[in-house]
């Protein structure tokens, strides 16, 4: 058993978030459960309408979600308990085996899809013709897809379930979730934080910015209306869910980046700490940000109000039957 008594009095004392308990759990409890709740509409949405189900740009977006709710609806909850009874909490070494590696196959994926999706959508927009027989689209569409997903899911089942060092798990100072030893070794932690960190949300950034000025150059420049209005939804959707990535993972990449330069203050750290807490937000917000970009889901959202709206304001009439206004009925001889 693991007790996680001691490693966090040692942690919270050497390093620990200017933040008090109570409220790190407020503030991933009320997002989680949002998020969960638009994980669930939005998935039943793109899975049950054939036209979102079928559209190539649509497909890693539902990998996403899914990914997603697995994270919110397994690795969250155990961080609000943490936050409740670390003190007393203690732990099987197979099951913070088990935790660690949900929570970084999670996360890590999600930002590594997203990275690949921000890489398809140029595909999708201006090499479309690419995609125009079955053996293209498997190869450029899903074979990437399957390798990007197995990858991950490999890496992060030796990495956490096999470690190759001493079996020592360490809670996390800001959310509990156990940390592998094998990010002890630096090579391995380099390799881990510029491969599926740091590279991945420079890709997003980088290529999202390009694929909005890409299509402007296209419109303007060219004078084309190239498929123009099915690039420009695919085109905010993928800018808006950057500009997520760009909140919660750009000030996180910047600290990393200075404390490889060797900046290892403790200012330094403790913001690095923050900028991890408030990362996990990404996931919170892709749904919401994923469905807010689409038309299609905005449409079917007014909809439901409106029908709501008008079923409040259709009313039985009970007045009496003397008080009701006459019908003109018209008597033909």
Excluded at 180 to 200: G, K
Aim: hydrophobic residues 50%; positive net charge.
């Amino acid at each position: 058993m693991v007790n996680y008594t001691s490693y966090s009095i040692i942690l919270t004392t050497l390093y620990n978030i200017h933040m008090p308990v109570s409220i790190r759990f407020w503030l991933y409890l009320i997002p989680n459960i949002c998020s969960i709740i638009c994980s669930i509409f939005a998935l039943f949405h793109f899975l049950f309408d054939r036209q979102l189900r079928q559209a190539m740009n649509n497909h890693i977006i539902i990998i996403l979600l899914f990914i997603g709710l697995i994270y919110e609806l397994t690795s969250v909850p155990l961080m609000l308990y943490y936050f409740q009874f670390s003190a007393t909490w203690k732990l099987s070494k197979t099951f913070t085996h088990l935790w660690t590696f949900i929570d970084y196959l999670c996360y890590s994926t999600q930002l590594i899809g997203f990275a690949w999706a921000s890489i398809e959508r140029h595909i999708l927009i201006f090499h479309f013709r690419w995609l125009s027989t079955k053996t293209r689209c498997f190869l450029l569409h899903y074979f990437p897809l399957i390798v990007l997903f197995t990858y991950c899911f490999v890496y992060y089942f030796i990495l956490t379930i096999f470690p190759l060092c001493e079996d020592l798990l360490i809670p996390s100072p800001f959310n509990g979730v156990p940390v592998s030893c094998i990010l002890f070794i630096p090579i391995l932690l380099t390799y881990d934080t510029v491969a599926h960190q740091i590279l991945p949300t420079l890709i997003i950034i980088m290529l999202s910015t390009a694929l909005f000025i890409r299509i402007l150059w296209q419109k303007s420049r060219l004078n084309r209306s190239i498929r123009w209005r099915k690039q420009m939804k695919m085109t905010i959707q993928l800018l808006s869910i950057s500009v997520l990535y760009l909140i919660f993972m750009g000030p996180r990449t910047i600290l990393q980046f200075c404390l490889f330069l060797g900046l290892i203050q403790e200012n330094v750290f403790i913001a690095f700490l923050h900028s991890c807490f408030f990362a996990n937000y990404i996931i919170f917000l892709f749904p919401i940000f994923a469905c807010g970009s689409m038309l299609e889901f905005r449409q079917r959202i007014n909809r439901i109000f409106l029908w709501h709206k008008q079923r409040r304001s259709i009313r039985p009439d009970n007045r009496p039957s003397h008080q009701k206004l006459p019908i003109n009925i018209r008597l033909v001889p």
